[in-house]
């Protein structure tokens, strides 16, 4: 049984989908005005491996996110760069969809730009507009009139914080909106902006009914699970879930999940505070598996710091799961596999809400068993590498060879590797001669010069550990 924090029921529940063993699941994506930061990674690699879980439960899962090609910023940047509004955002797609590769994201069913739904959104403004609930005020914009929509402040429950409206009409009939804090559908052009044609003229899409207008086009008035980062619960979901319920009656979403915000010194980590670390520069410094981990060792609702000490322990965790699949063999999967301890541990954590480092200790706890079994019983040591394996995959990591992630000698010189190499010839004759404890203490020597060493069937392994200085 899979059980999912609901943000609007704020508990878990029980996973229930819609259709039996098929979930739609809608994600707010990019806006694709700059290069794709860290904090847009967590959001992105959280629902992939949410992705790869549920399909891996049995479900066909329809994954769609969405692309958010037109707004006032990609506008202003586009001026900046003296390029078309559609250029920058083409260009922008390019470098995100890069990006993605480089995470090792799967692709989702579908990634819907807003410019491709005009149409949808244009419908759906026209039915809240008939049916009473918008109204264009004096700079031609199309408003959504919250007045009409009693139920706001849906995931705001009891809080009383200032953002839920009151609904205070403005004395002034000309004010751009009839309640504070009604909301744009639709945007009336500006000199020099790129427009679409409308039934209440030129203009383009607010924000927030972007969502609803192609979440409708795509699953209909009802969609399984919808999921951003927490940033995007008020007012965005709350704007969402007005406009769709008004246009369309019914629930709307059975589940919402948003994922913590990454901070750096404390600090939401955003390109208007300029405290944010780009995901190309980060990969060019760090394996791809080591940013998964970083940014999934803590739970998805928790708010992370992003600091190098972090991205460090990420690697040296990564680094300890690589070298103990060292010299191991693949093999198929069979239900000898999914009878096993620590296969039912990662499950039950999984299934808990994706309890991520309930998941992560279970692979460590294997990772010491497969080492202890690897001297005594290497079949069973090659069985439960494989498991080890399989869970870590279904998080998105452990696809690359452990030889090509542990290969890290080019900071040694021809004449380190070679004294390196004689120790370990040295080491594996006195192992043949059964002279262990000789063995040992040519070990604890590389071991001293900051070289760590893995017995396997098809002999010794050895790579640099970072936490000891080299000493030659």
């Not at 497969?370 to 494989?386: G, S, T, V």
């Not at 404890?437 to 760590?452: F, H, P, V, Y």
Request: charged share 25%; net charge positive.
């Amino acid at each position: 049984m899979i059980k999912i924090f609901n943000t609007l029921k704020r508990k878990k529940e029980k996973l229930v989908s819609i259709f039996p063993k098929k979930l739609n699941i809608y994600v707010c994506g990019i806006t694709v005005y700059d290069i794709c930061h860290i904090g847009h990674a967590r959001t992105l690699i959280f629902f992939d491996l949410v992705c790869r879980y549920l399909n891996y439960k049995g479900y066909s899962v329809n994954y769609v996110r969405n692309i958010t090609d037109i707004d006032d910023k990609i506008i202003i940047r586009s001026l900046e760069c003296n390029k078309s509004y559609s250029e920058l955002s083409n260009f922008m797609i390019q470098k995100m969809q890069h990006d993605c590769r480089m995470l090792n994201l799967i692709s989702p069913n579908q990634e819907p730009r807003v410019t491709d739904h005009i149409i949808d959104i244009i419908n759906m403004i026209q039915i809240l507009y008939q049916k009473g609930h918008a109204y264009i005020n004096h700079d031609g914009d199309m408003m959504f009139n919250l007045s009409t929509y009693k139920n706001y402040g849906l995931f705001l429950k009891n809080e009383k914080p200032l953002l839920i409206i009151k609904h205070k009409k403005y004395k002034n009939n000309y004010n751009k909106k009839q309640n504070s804090n009604d909301f744009v559908l639709w945007k009336r052009a500006k000199h020099n902006e790129p427009y679409w044609s409308s039934p209440w003229g030129d203009g383009r899409p607010g924000w927030h009914i972007e969502c609803s207008a192609m979440n409708y086009k795509i699953f209909g008035n009802y969609c399984d699970i919808h999921g951003g980062g927490s940033d995007l619960i008020f007012p965005h979901h709350e704007n969402e879930i007005a406009q769709s319920v008004c246009a369309h009656p019914g629930p709307y979403v059975n589940f919402w999940m948003h994922t913590g915000m990454v901070m750096y010194k404390d600090k939401k980590m955003s390109k208007s505070l300029g405290n944010y670390y780009t995901i190309q520069n980060c990969l060019k410094k760090y394996h791809v598996d080591v940013i998964r981990y970083c940014l999934t060792f803590p739970h998805y609702r928790s708010k992370i710091n992003y600091t190098e000490d972090s991205l460090q322990q990420a690697y040296y965790a990564i680094k300890k799961l690589y070298s103990t699949l060292l010299g191991m063999k693949r093999e198929e999967i069979t239900e000898k596999h999914t009878n096993n301890k620590f296969y039912l541990q990662f499950i039950s954590a999984m299934n808990d809400d994706f309890n991520t480092p309930k998941a992560y200790a279970v692979l460590f706890s294997l990772t010491k068993e497969i080492n202890l079994f690897r001297k005594k019983d290497i079949h069973k040591a090659n069985e439960l590498a494989n498991i080890l394996l399989i869970l870590s995959n279904l998080l998105g990591i452990l696809y690359d060879n452990p030889n090509n992630f542990l290969k890290n000698r080019t900071s040694l010189s021809e004449n380190q590797i070679k004294k390196i190499k004689i120790l370990i010839e040295k080491r594996e004759i006195d192992r043949k001669n059964f002279k262990w404890k000789e063995a040992d203490i040519k070990r604890a020597k590389l071991k001293t010069m900051g070289i760590s060493l893995v017995d396997t069937e098809n002999g010794t392994k050895w790579h640099i550990d970072e936490k000891i200085k080299l000493e030659f």
